[in-house]
């Protein structure tokens, strides 16, 4: 295995085991808030489990003793009662039976509400990851390094917090076994405590090094994790899976999926068999120290010192204690590991966020409209991507962008959208600054449809009901919206209207043509009836031509009152808008109406009349 580069995140393991019970209250605060009655239930069982083993052992002496006490004074009486001389010791055998009984329904129990718990406490923590991607921001989301926390705590750290109660509550059972076991062995010598941690603590410190080393493993490679997740997805989606067959990207892309996995298994391998093989060894020692015991006892047993019964149980004592302690080192190493693979959860759940101070639902100067005021926007540790960009957009008129891609267009929707916050400058909408709005009131005055929208695999109505959650449901809000983007001519012709399932990852799933998904997303951004900012970024560049007039002629009815922005490529929709936005590169190097851009003959002239020869 290559070596591990150093990750201030996975402490050593000395340092690791003296905090081994940081994340162990965290984890047991999740049980105790996801259910209590099973948290004192498991808590109920471990100390039934913990004692009675014990208990169970003293009873067994009793037992034998009382066997060969029974032998004794039948073989000596003249007249024997075989019962009546057997009552005792067949009281304490079905008090031992009992005991026994006590035991098993306390592992049963123990057992069941470990696996409710881990259905309830590994949807709780899942809930709580997606919770807090609700508040991240989009430039969060789309840093690299946020994705391989987010990889790591969503497989390990949902199923981490239940095996970390577990082993906490298997650790006070075993601790309570040791402590009554304990109690009988240090009547027979307290050295006897000794050879028992010497037999243990060896693959106990063994285990602890490995695990470290598995977790510092798992951290390194999250990135080839989350490519193996990629390649995954691309080949067995139906939204890439035509262009892979297209290009026969399959042998190449299946291929790379295999070295990934192949050289995440050779390091695997090296770790499991060094720590498997270690294990054996120091393993071996526990043995030979517990067969040590075993002489020990039967050379007291036959020097006198010890009863048959004593023999018997502290035999059991030995095989049992050794067993709890090393469950319970077993259980302090595998504490660590979850600890640290835990430390992912956390680390991502703390993850800070940007405060949303905004609190106002209007502005000081209702009826100005938006402006921006001097923005400029660059990624962190990067270039302006929006450079002194300054403009107004009225009430009732309406602005549109042009510009090759990449040049900013699609960037400065998102600052309006207040997904990204602006670098330098100010944003202004109704005269107060857009960081003092609301989220929730500044984004529903907007409906937007960007170029990349989502297709949802879901029914028709709630495809177009996502773009108002307040209105999901409402049937008659989809048709109007439907209408007004035009989509409701093809939805009254799928077999089951509104609810026809879209997609085929579902079954009876329907797919959609480019053109049709796109007038989904225009009705969508129809939805907000409140919505006085309508945003369209490439909507009908999949729509022929006929559709596309007919978009935009119930497009300009829709937005008479309404400041409306367009994004296109084609000047057949933007020559009407009263204002022409030329971008390059993140600054505006050009604005007027159509004939007033012609008549500069600058940029947007010539690709204007660049796109007209095409017709020609």
């Given at each position: 295995m290559p070596p591990l580069p150093s990750d201030t995140a996975s402490p050593s393991p000395l340092s690791g085991l003296f905090s081994v019970f940081r994340y162990s209250r965290r984890a047991l605060a999740l049980v105790w808030e996801t259910s209590r009655w099973m948290m004192l239930g498991l808590a109920l069982c471990t100390l039934v489990a913990g004692v009675l083993p014990a208990v169970a052992a003293w009873v067994g002496q009793l037992i034998v003793d009382g066997v060969v006490a029974a032998m004794e004074s039948y073989q000596a009486a003249s007249s024997p009662n075989l019962w009546e001389t057997l009552t005792p010791v067949l009281g304490l055998v079905a008090l031992e039976g009992l005991i026994i009984a006590f035991i098993a329904l306390a592992q049963r129990g123990l057992s069941a509400q470990q696996s409710l718990l881990r259905a309830l406490l590994g949807q709780k923590v899942n809930v709580m990851i997606l919770e807090k991607a609700g508040t991240l921001s989009l430039s969060q989301f789309e840093d690299s390094e946020l994705y391989d926390q987010l990889t790591r705590a969503r497989r390990e750290a949902s199923t981490r917090p239940l095996a970390l109660v577990n082993k906490t509550f298997g650790l006070l059972q075993n601790a309570i076994s040791l402590a009554s076991f304990g109690f009988l062995l240090v009547q027979f010598s307290p050295w006897a405590l000794l050879i028992l941690v010497v037999g243990a603590l060896p693959v106990f410190l063994s285990e602890a090094k490995f695990s470290g080393d598995a977790f510092r493993l798992f951290r390194w490679r999250s990135p080839q994790t989350r490519m193996q997740i990629y390649l995954e997805t691309v080949l067995a989606r139906e939204d890439s899976i035509k262009e892979v067959k297209l290009f026969g990207l399959e042998g190449l892309f299946l291929q790379r999926y295999r070295d990934i996995f192949t050289k995440l298994f050779a390091e695997d391998r090296r770790l499991t068999l060094r720590r498997e093989g270690w294990g054996f060894i120091l393993g071996l020692l526990g043995t030979l120290t517990f067969y040590a015991a075993y002489a020990w006892v039967v050379i007291e047993t036959v020097a006198g010192a010890l009863t048959l019964g004593q023999m018997t149980m502290y035999l059991m004592v030995f095989k049992q204690g050794q067993s709890a302690?090393?469950?319970?080192?077993?259980?302090?190493?595998?504490?660590?590991?979850?600890?640290?693979?835990?430390?992912?959860?956390?680390?991502?759940?703390?993850?800070?966020?940007?405060?949303?101070?905004?609190?106002?639902?209007?502005?000081?100067?209702?009826?100005?409209?938006?402006?921006?005021?001097?923005?400029?926007?660059?990624?962190?540790?990067?270039?302006?991507?929006?450079?002194?960009?300054?403009?107004?957009?009225?009430?009732?008129?309406?602005?549109?962008l042009v510009g090759e891609n990449g040049s900013g267009k699609t960037t400065l929707i998102k600052l309006l959208t207040r997904l990204y916050h602006p670098t330098k400058g100010r944003i202004l909408l109704d005269g107060s600054d857009l960081k003092h709005w609301d989220t929730q009131a500044l984004r529903m005055r907007v409906g937007v449809i960007f170029q990349d929208f989502v297709r949802y695999q879901l029914s028709v109505g709630e495809n177009l009901g996502v773009g108002d959650t307040q209105a999901f449901d409402d049937q008659e809000r989809w048709q109007q919206a439907a209408h007004d983007g035009m989509a409701d001519s093809f939805i009254d012709r799928m077999p089951h209207g509104y609810q026809t399932q879209l997609g085929r990852w579902f079954k009876n799933g329907q797919e959609l043509s480019g053109g049709q998904w796109q007038k989904v997303a225009l009705s969508r951004a129809y939805m907000r009836h409140n919505a006085d900012i309508l945003v369209l970024d490439e909507p009908t560049a999949a729509m022929d031509a006929a559709a596309e007039a007919e978009v935009f002629a119930r497009f300009r009815e829709h937005s008479r009152d309404k400041m409306t922005i367009l994004i296109s490529h084609r000047f057949s929709t933007v020559r009407s808008a009263d204002q022409i936005i030329v971008i390059d590169q993140g600054s505006i190097i050009e604005r007027g109406t159509h004939e007033e851009l012609l008549t500069y003959n600058g940029r947007y002239a010539s690709l204007f009349h660049l796109q007209a020869e095409g017709y020609q």
């Open positions: 302690l090393s469950a319970s080192l077993t259980a302090i190493s595998g504490m660590y590991e979850d600890n640290l693979y835990l430390s992912n959860l956390y680390e991502y759940l703390e993850q800070p966020t940007e405060g949303e101070e905004g609190h106002l639902t209007k502005g000081i100067a209702p009826g100005d409209g938006l402006r921006f005021e001097h923005v400029s926007f660059a990624y962190p540790g990067g270039s302006d991507v929006l450079h002194n960009i300054s403009l107004h957009l009225a009430p009732g008129k309406s602005i549109a």
